[in-house]
């Protein structure tokens, strides 16, 4: 009743093809797109920015990378740290080296420097499939965090090791360093997220996002009708990294600020944007948001219960969200391999009824 | 080409058919001499027989005989030992299986293998990856050459879609379809592709007698409409000698038969293969 | 021989103790994958789960006890002064299986005929479900596990490869833990024992014949589901055997199921499938990456540790996918 497709129909095969085809969608997207560039900013402060909304938009890109290479092509990876590493010190290096640069085209190039670097570590696709290439990631993510310790010319050998973001402005308004606004950071990280998610649907939707999925359902059928395995592959690996290296590039330069790789990348990062793809919806970008802004979320909520309103340390409340996200992991597994995407759209075919049962 | 034909150890009585028709049909697919084995085990022994443009070819044979290795040899899965492959007048070099899907040859297969998470559209839609070219920017911004692209191979896949009757499974997730209707939609797939050959791997395997007929119906309104040749793996003798121009029979890997239908159909080697035979 | 030749040799030797060490992880994860296709990633954390349970029977601690405390005010810690170790371990082992049959009840049971990909990300789910709560349950702080196994330096194989050195040279001999020396002995008793157990049993046949063919091992009428919980028990027993050596040997801690991590490429070394080739994996892994630390290491910054191991497996994925003992794969249409 309220959620009503009926009487909405297509006329030409490019209505059809839309993103949206419904038009309660449609509208409900394009109210959401209003909100979020010209009302939030309005209402953002410290607090909203530091932990729920930047956070929300950066690890939005990480799953929506990690959901293109797993989620459509089913190469599960643990090396999404890794390669976020890779994408925050291309953006360093960037920064310091050619200072003139756009901060919008550093982020760029960082995430096509991580797109390179993930093609290297994909070429084991080829031959090793499911959790042998899970495995392989892990070289990954342990070889490039220990690259970026030891090697003293990714952080211009600065005593402490540590990478510290420069001052960069976009249109004259600081986007970067302890001078930036909140409402300038925000807007920095959703113009990328809003674009990216547009990308991201038009390539899963097309021959490539159909590529993909045609070698995560049966890869040796997909190659006996015309999918060349190592292009689908090797291109889910480039564009995923890519992805992960802007996520990897607005992670340190607008949020933190200033990173030491061993904490800002290791191993529970990748594993926090798999839970988050999981929970959300393998193989759907609506569920990469929902999956990011839950795992986001999550901890922020019962920090504040249980630490507030418990009195429990810290650390404790972290061993309970262990064991919460763990059990959910498996509950989604089990019940709802589609994560809350799926639950969502049983919810709108509800509504559609509502209040008729059939 | 005339004098190979007359070399090859067939019965004679196909010689000189086969000899006929070659000389007014060309031949689309030339299969020599192709032995495959797997470690010691030989699929395939020296196998000979070819395809000509515009015809059905049914290839039939007892479990185990090789059947599907030969359709797996003709699209490239398996990689022969010996013997040469001349499609569309063109000897085949060592080519992946994407490269002869790209070269115009598409398939179904014994064990259903559609893309289960994608709707029939999209199963179809990816039959159609050959002819899409579109670069990966062009498909970012969903622009220019892409949008045609998807806009034109959308409408050839509609055709298809009418065609085989499943408009109303179009936007389903494959998995979801009964049996009967994802071997229909398998077939779609593989016609989307356009191809020079089609292969068919068991198209009425596990089917009711309605299902069948509907599946003979189509095979054969492929071939009308299309004019697509056609090579089909079969068990239903009946069927195979409805709907077949000309038959190959293997047996433990071996071509023990090859001619038209009636011809099959007195072969007393096949019919020892078939009903087995008295050993002293 | 030159000091030079003798560090190698105690390179190669210290490696071959840390091998034993990761294969004992990798036993467990060869057992649970023959038996049910299962790439079980919560074994390394089953390990630390198994040694923060001994440690807390063994001192005496009350289960969730600083949960309690710091929800309702309350000051439990210990409910009395502990448990003789051998009760320990047999308590610790009862916790194992009802850990496998829990798993078995709510987890397993419904992944049946999921794709392995999906059960490996369930695993990856239980690894952060039994971390989590084996710090609520006992405490995130690092526990000393002594069940009375010797440690320390060899003073005798010191004073044995002393005398090997060349005329001249100073050489103060080998440095080996036997506390290393101890948990090679007991890998090998084990190895020996599960080998024994599955070929001479009724529970080991029916084991093998699952490994071979779940479906023919399911008409002849054994319930696979019994085996799972079987197999997750040994499986917990491993970890119970791998908990107690790594924890006597560096504490109880969390970094415990980040060193199990390195059975992963042990396992893409040893084939997933061959207890063997488990231990070799091990071993190869173990000395490896001592002796690329240190004749490499020092080259590049050191603590190529954290990552030889990974990086060894991807090159031999990229040549041998199917490990050293696998079975070639075939594949089919």
């Not at chain 2, 020296?46 to 395809?51: L, P």
């Not at chain 2, 389903?172 to 050959?197: F, I, M, N």
């Amino acid at each position: 009743m309220f959620y009503r497709e009926a009487g909405d129909f297509k006329t030409s095969y490019v209505d059809d093809q839309q993103t949206f085809p419904i038009r309660f969608d449609r509208w409900g997207v394009r109210v959401l797109l209003l909100v979020a560039f010209l009302v939030v900013p309005f209402l953002i402060n410290d607090y909203w920015e530091k932990s729920i909304l930047i956070p929300f938009l950066v690890w939005s890109l990480a799953a929506l990378g990690l959901n293109i290479l797993t989620g459509y092509c089913g190469l599960v990876s643990l090396g999404t740290g890794g390669f976020m590493a890779v994408g925050a010190y291309a953006s360093y290096k960037i920064m310091t080296a050619f200072p003139e640069v756009n901060i919008f085209f550093v982020i760029l190039l960082s995430g096509g420097v991580t797109a390179l670097v993930g093609i290297l570590f994909g070429l084991p696709s080829l031959r090793i499939k499911g959790f042998y290439l899970a495995v392989a990631t892990l070289a990954a993510q342990f070889f490039l965090i220990w690259l970026f310790n030891k090697a003293p010319w990714f952080y211009n050998y600065s005593a402490s090791g540590q990478i510290t973001v420069p001052e960069r402005s976009v249109f004259g308004i600081v986007v970067t360093g302890p001078e930036a606004a909140s409402w300038a950071t925000y807007l920095f990280c959703l113009v990328f997220v809003v674009l990216f998610a547009f990308v991201a649907r038009n390539l899963t939707r097309g021959r490539l996002g159909r590529s993909w999925m045609a070698i995560r359902d049966m890869d040796i059928a997909a190659e006996i009708i015309g999918v060349p395995p190592l292009q689908a592959k090797l291109s889910a690996f480039a564009v995923s990294s890519f992805y992960i290296g802007l996520a990897g590039a607005l992670f340190f330069s607008v949020y933190l600020g200033a990173i030491e790789p061993t904490e800002a990348f290791n191993i529970d990062k990748s594993f926090l944007v798999l839970f988050m793809i999981i929970i959300g919806g393998l193989g759907s970008i609506f569920g990469s948001f929902v999956g990011a802004a839950f795992m986001v979320l999550l901890p922020v909520l019962f920090k504040n219960i249980m630490v507030g309103g418990f009195g429990w340390p810290t650390d404790m409340v972290q061993h309970f969200i262990f064991v919460l996200v763990g059990g959910l992991i498996m509950f989604f597994l089990i019940v709802e391999p589609h994560g809350l995407a799926q639950l969502w759209r049983v919810t709108k075919e509800k509504l559609r009824l509502w209040p008729f049962p059939h | 080409m005339e004098n190979r034909v007359t070399e090859e150890p067939t019965p004679e009585a196909a010689v000189t058919e086969r000899a006929e028709r070659s000389a007014n049909a060309d031949v689309l697919l030339d299969l020599r001499n192709i032995s495959l084995s797997f470690g010691g085990v030989k699929a395939l022994s020296n196998i000979s027989f070819d395809i000509l443009t515009g015809e059905i070819r049914a290839i039939i044979g007892p479990n185990g005989a090789g059947k599907s290795s030969m359709l797996n040899v003709i699209n490239g899965f398996y990689h022969p030992q010996e013997g040469e492959i001349w499609f569309d007048g063109k000897l085949r070099g060592p080519m992946k299986p994407y490269q002869i899907a790209r070269q115009g040859i598409a398939r179904t297969f014994q064990n259903i293998a559609l893309f289960r998470g994608m709707s029939t559209l999209d199963n179809l839609m990816t039959g159609r990856i050959t002819h899409m070219h579109a670069g990966i920017f062009w498909q970012a911004l969903w622009k220019g050459r892409a949008e045609r692209e998807e806009l034109a191979h959308r409408e050839r896949v509609e055709r298809i879609i009418d065609f085989l009757e499943i408009q109303s499974i179009r936007k389903t997730p494959v998995g979801r379809l009964p049996y009967g209707l994802q071997k229909r939609v398998e077939l779609g797939r593989a016609l989307a592709a356009d191809s020079k050959l089609l292969l068919l791997d068991e198209p009425m395997a596990g089917m009711n007698i309605e299902e069948k007929e509907d599946m003979c119906r189509f095979i054969l309104d492929v071939h009308d409409q299309f004019g697509t040749t056609i090579a089909l793996i079969e068990h239903d003798m009946s069927v195979v000698m409805d709907i077949a121009d000309r038959v190959v029979v293997l047996d433990y890997g071996k071509k023990i038969g090859d001619g038209y239908p009636d011809e099959i159909r007195s072969n007393q080697d096949v019919i020892d293969a078939y009903l087995g035979v008295a050993h002293d | 021989m030159s000091p030079v030749v003798l560090n190698t040799i105690e390179v190669i030797l210290n490696g071959l103790m840390t091998g034993v060490m990761y294969s004992l992880v990798a036993l467990g994860f060869v057992l649970i994958f023959k038996a049910s296709g299962i790439f079980n990633y919560a074994q390394g954390v089953l390990a630390l789960f198994a040694a923060l349970t001994l440690v807390g029977f063994q001192t005496g601690q009350v289960p969730f006890a600083h949960v309690i405390n710091a929800t309702f005010g309350t000051d439990y810690h210990h409910w009395g002064e502990g448990m003789n170790t051998v009760l320990a371990i047999l308590l610790t082992m009862a916790v194992m299986v009802l850990l496998a049959w829990l798993v078995e009840r709510l987890v397993l049971r419904h992944l049946v005929n999921q794709e392995p990909i999906i059960l490996f990300m369930a695993t990856i789910g239980l690894a952060f479900f039994l971390e989590g709560l084996g710090d609520l349950m006992w405490g995130a702080n690092i526990k000393v596990l002594d069940v009375g196994l010797p440690s320390g330096g060899s003073f005798w194989w010191e004073d044995v490869t002393r005398t090997w050195a060349a005329e001249g040279t100073e050489y103060w001999g080998m440095y080996i833990d036997v506390l290393d020396v101890w948990a090679a002995g007991i890998a090998v008793v084990l190895v020996v024992v599960l080998t024994l157990f599955s070929q001479y049993t009724e529970t080991g046949r029916a084991l093998r014949a699952v490994a071979d063919d779940h479906q023919a091992a399911l008409t002849v009428g054994i319930s696979l589901r019994t085996i799972w919980v079987v197999v997750w028990s040994i499986a917990g027993f491993v970890a119970l055997v791998a908990g107690i050596m790594w924890g006597a040997k560096s504490g109880v801690q969390f970094s415990l199921s980040l060193i199990a991590l390195k059975a992963l490429p042990v396992l893409i070394l040893g084939g997933f499938t061959s207890i063997p080739g488990a231990i070799v994996g091990g071993l190869i892994i173990g000395v490896g990456e001592k002796l690329f630390e240190f004749a490499i290491g020092p080259m590049i910054g050191g603590a190529t540790e954290n990552w030889f191991a990974y990086v060894l497996a991807l090159f031999f994925l990229m040549f041998r996918p199917q490990g050293l003992f696998g079975e070639r794969i075939i594949e089919r249409v």
